[in-house]
């Protein structure tokens, strides 16, 4: 119905920068909220950073200053432009968006993408 499909995650060293995006596809009347999370090795998943239709803004205390959400709402699209990274940012990174559709407001995820941070 509604598929996210992420992108642009891969391997960085410590200090360096990555940008994430996540497109969203399939029967859209409104992206209410698009966001990141991520789920490092052998933990929970975790809210990063989400952004609302009107354009606000959350963000978790550990990436503040070093990660900026975006969104393209002509594209449907979520970016995520993560600098200073470290290795404890290294996670899967997951797209996550509320979208009204077909029967109503409902969750979708993205099936990830991996970030690894060297030391």
């Known amino acids: 119905q509604v598929q996210l499909v992420e992108s642009g995650g891969g391997l960085v060293q410590a200090g360096g920068s990555l940008r994430l995006s996540c497109a969203a596809s399939?029967?859209?009347?409104?992206?209410?909220?698009m966001g990141w999370y991520r789920q490092p090795p052998g933990k929970q998943r975790e809210l990063v950073a989400t952004?609302?239709?009107?354009?606000?803004?959350d963000y978790a205390d550990s990436v503040k200053g070093r990660f900026t959400i975006s969104r393209d709402g002509g594209k449907n699209t979520v970016y995520l432009q993560m600098n200073s990274l470290k290795p404890e940012d290294t996670a899967v990174y997951y797209c996550?968006?509320?979208?009204?559709?077909?029967?109503?407001?409902?969750?979708?995820w993205g099936r990830g993408t991996q970030v690894t941070v060297s030391a």
């Open positions: 399939g029967v859209i009347f409104k992206i209410n909220r």
């Open positions: 996550n968006a509320d979208v009204t559709t077909l029967g109503g407001i409902r969750e979708f």
């Open positions: 952004i609302t239709s009107g354009g606000s803004t």
